[in-house]
């Protein structure tokens, strides 16, 4: 059932991205043959006017097929033959879409569950921020250079790389609106001991046993646990949630750092596996938390543009992540993951309006995902095709279609590849 959420929500994002092209095309005068739901064989299909709108078998996104998009035509209303912001603003209009989906879905996420603001809720004891002046009242503008737009996704994603060295934080003093300057040095979090796995979540929000999904480098991996087991021993210790599990691993054995016994219950059957070695973790932290509101309309219009900049900047932060080392290539993750990820949304034990306020928002995030993906300078995407244009605008002639055809072949192949190569880290963490 998961699964098939899972696809249905990644179709609709991508249909509304063809519809995005779809719409701008017929607006400016472009001659479009055909208007596809899903892929693959056509189930059946009507025409209207002079296009063909059709239901295809496999359900997965759509696509738009115009006149002279792929091949040369003499037709004046073809694609090939329009002026280059014509052509421009069709091939922008997807990324667009899934970007304007994204904002709406946002909104109506935030009006239900609230938003997070700049405000200041709560100030820990050994708070760099409360070591530098800030008081609960206060507002934190930036860290570290970077303004915050959303900020408990900012903040999280800001330390998720941090190093400990110091940083700089603008914030705006309560009762006299001053805006200050400090420099902070984010503090260390207590070790944690880990066993590397996520847990399903119980019909009181409370991660349970049973495992939802495993990390990469995990030691339950290495040992032979599977995604589905239920952890029903730890060292002997009866366990029956997360939080019992974190007690054993991080209070209970006296020895943190011994390797541990655990026992699971698959498919009815108990199995014990011994040797199990749990590992450090610990973070940086600003031990702090923000203040939430409710049922301001215009707050909400703000929070929802807040997170889409936010998302759409924190896409370009993670894929400077890919190539400066902070996260290896084995995290990444491609369809396969995002449909593991919204399929579990749809299965956890939660309220069923949690549920669709879950999914609702993850679509937000991959749909900004999409369409920012989507306008990247790379070969058989639509950013690569923009890039063309305004390489045709400065040439003052239109580039050889042998050659745009081979890039895009090419781009199509590394496409190809670079999905092959993400099945690898999703389905060992999602379905085994």
Known sequence: MGILVALIALSFLILIHELGHFLVAKAVGIKVLEFSIFMGPKLFSFTRGETQYSLRLIPMGGYVKMEGEDEASDDVRSFSRQAIW????????????????AFVLAFGVLVS???TTNRIAYLGENSPLKEAGMEVGDRLISYAGRRLFEPGSDISILMYAENGSPKEVVYEDADTGERIKRTITPARTQTVWRLGFTAVVGENGEGTNEIQMIEDNSPLRAAGIRRGDIVVKVDGIPVSNTREIQQVLNVTRPDKEAPLTIEVLRNGKTLVFENIKPYAYSTYTLDM?????????????????????????????????LFNGTVSFK???????????????????????????????????????????????????DGSILLILLIEKIRGKPMPREKVGLISMIGFMLLIGLLIATLFNDIPRWFL
């Open 289 to 321: 938390a923000f203040e939430r509101q409710k049922g301001n309309f215009f707050g909400t219009i703000k929070a929802a543009w807040n997170f889409s900049v936010s998302t759409i900047r924190n896409v370009f932060v993670t894929l400077g992540w």
């Open 331 to 381: 995290e990444l993750s491609g369809p396969v993951g995002i449909i593991g990820s919204v399929g579990s949304v749809v299965q956890e034990k939660q309220p069923v309006s949690d549920i669709i306020l879950n999914l609702l928002y993850l679509s937000a995030f991959i749909s900004i995902n999409l369409g920012v993906m989507n306008l990247l300078p790379f070969p058989a995407l």
């Open 113 to 115: 569950a609230g938003y």
């Open 86 to 101: 014509k052509r421009a603003l069709v091939i922008a209009a997807g990324p667009f879409m899934n970007i304007l989906l």
